[in-house]
Nanobody
Framework: QVQLVESGGGLVQAGGSLRLSCAAS????????MAWYRQAPGKQRELVAT???????NYADSVKGRFTVSRDNAKNTVYLQMNSLKPEDTAVYYC???????????????WGQGTQVTVSS
């Protein structure tokens, strides 16, 4: 069964905005680090942002100042607000939930099915 479900992708013009959502089961949401990844055609998957259970975010340098990751604990949902979008942001965006033990990822690792973000010039 799908336990992470992304939504909010679409086609926007450069400079526009999109807000992605990732709904998770509560058992995963409260025990795992939440993250957003993306993968563009011909490129490796890259980490975009993470957010801790305490709400502390981290971002890839390429999106700092433009993207904001947040979480709503009552709704078991993580968001990625994307502003000032650029054509190079075009990719499939994936929600991820992973568990850390002493700083290392465990086998508990969940992925959404992905949502397409296309930014036209």
């Amino acid at each position: 069964q799908v336990q992470l479900v992304e939504s909010g992708g679409g086609l926007v013009q450069a400079g526009g905005s999109l807000r992605l959502s990732c709904a998770a089961s509560r058992s995963i949401f409260v025990t795992h680090v939440m993250a957003w990844y993306r993968q563009a055609p011909g490129k490796q998957r890259e980490l975009v942002a993470t957010i801790t259970s305490g709400g502390s975010p981290n971002y890839a340098d390429s999106v700092k100042g433009r993207f904001t990751v947040s979480r709503d604990n009552a709704k078991n949902t993580v968001y990625l607000q994307m502003n000032s979008l650029k054509p190079e942001d075009t990719a499939v965006y994936y929600c991820n939930a992973h568990e850390l033990f002493m700083g290392r990822r465990t086998i508990s690792d969940y992925w959404g099915q992905g949502t397409q973000v296309t930014v036209s010039s």
